[in-house]
């Protein structure tokens, strides 16, 4: 059974600052892992998808990578906002249809 | 930019009614699926549905709940009875641009059920 953490569970950080946000999971085998962003109270809103046969992906100030062998994944925010603050979430979709999420990691952006 | 919606946005319900979520796929999407959130807990799998069949559900998705798509365009979840313990967000989502296992899943802003 795929399970899924994200370390750490909180940050708080200055604004500007460069940031690395992880993700680890116990099953190697997957197809593709995707990073969601979640305001309080909202729903999911999709930053990148890493297919299995990928190692990274960019989309603006976000680089997400894959090392599917360790199990692991990063995303690295630049340059970080007050705008940026949310709860971060990774999730890895293995055998089947569903995903299975992190805990998330909670960020705060300081102006 | 096309998006998944979803009704209501919140519902205040007693033990033991029926509720119905409705959910909007994007359109031209084939598969849709159910999650759910416990206040303070990781989103959970509940259900994934394509040609007009369940294709996968979690042990959480007992006889008390069903799935519907009753025409071109929404899709449903029901829950019979509802229990204090179902009170979560309950997401709709939608994929398909790309395939099964390869799609990039689009959610929807959440339905919240508050089960008194």
């Known amino acids: 059974k795929q399970e899924v953490t994200q370390i750490p569970a909180a940050l708080s950080v200055p604004e500007g600052e460069n940031l690395v946000l992880n993700c680890s999971f116990t099953?190697?085998?997957?197809?593709?892992l995707q990073w969601f962003r979640q305001d309080p109270g909202k729903g999911l809103t999709s930053l990148l998808l890493?297919?299995?046969?990928?190692r990274e992906q960019t989309s603006g100030r976000l680089n997400a990578s894959l090392d599917k062998s360790s199990g692991r994944s990063t995303l690295y925010i630049a340059a970080s906002q007050p705008g940026d603050s949310a709860t971060y979430l990774c999730?890895?979709?293995?055998?089947?249809?569903?995903?299975?999420f992190g805990t998330g990691t909670r960020l705060a952006v300081r102006p | 930019e096309p998006e998944v919606t979803q009704t209501p946005s919140h519902q205040v319900t007693q033990m033991g009614q029926e509720v119905i979520l409705r959910c909007v796929p994007i359109s031209n999407h084939l598969y849709f699926y159910w999650y759910r959130q416990i206040l303070g807990q990781k989103v959970e799998f509940l259900v994934s549905?394509?040609?007009?069949?369940?294709?996968?559900k979690s042990e959480i998705f007992d006889d008390q709940f069903s799935v519907e798509r009753p025409d071109g365009s929404n899709f449903t979840l029901k829950i019979r009875s509802t229990k204090l313990e179902d009170s979560a967000m309950y997401f709709c989502?939608?994929?398909?641009?790309?395939?099964?296992?390869?799609?990039?899943?689009?959610f929807g802003e959440g339905s919240r059920l508050t089960v008194l």
């Open positions: 989502a939608s994929s398909g641009a790309g395939g099964r296992n390869t799609g990039e899943l689009f």
């Open positions: 099953d190697s085998a997957i197809y593709n």
């Open positions: 999730a890895t979709q293995s055998s089947g249809d569903k995903l299975t």
């Open positions: 890493i297919q299995s046969s990928q």
């Open positions: 549905f394509y040609n007009n069949e369940i294709s996968e």
